[in-house]
Nanobody, 110 residues
Framework: VQLQASGGGLVQAGESLKLTCKAV????????LGWYRQAPGKERELVAT???????DYADSVKGRFTISRDNVRRTVFLQMNSLKPDDTAVYYC?????WGKGTLVTVSS
């Protein structure tokens, strides 16, 4: 199984980014998916999840700003991030079962 995350970058506070994670080698539609992040000096934390049936859940810190979605045909999970804040700066990882993507860096400047 391989997870290929992309879409990170450097943006200013208030701007948006969309992260993409494509899965290879797994029957994607059967599994729940998640986005996590790890800020410098902090532990990895859950950002958002989407179940195989499409139920979504979010960390309180991103509710109303981030949206997780999935495309089972393209085996891809997305994270739309709006109204970004400097506190959102982190490496973002996608996860399916016990498999992790390599991470994509998001940096939000004030």
């Amino acid at each position: 199984v391989q997870l290929q995350a992309s879409g990170g970058g450097l943006v200013q506070a208030g701007e948006s980014l969309k992260l993409t994670c494509k899965a290879v080698g797994i029957n994607f539609r059967l599994y729940d998916l998640g986005w996590y992040r790890q800020a410098p000096g902090k532990e990895r934390e859950l950002v958002a999840t989407i179940t195989s049936s499409g139920t979504k859940d979010y960390a309180d810190s991103v509710k109303g700003r981030f949206t997780i979605s999935r495309d089972n045909v393209r085996r891809t999970v997305f994270l739309q991030m709006n109204s970004l804040k400097p506190d959102d700066t982190a490496v973002y990882y996608c996860k399916i079962l016990n498999f992790w993507g390599k991470g994509t860096l998001v940096t939000v400047s004030s």
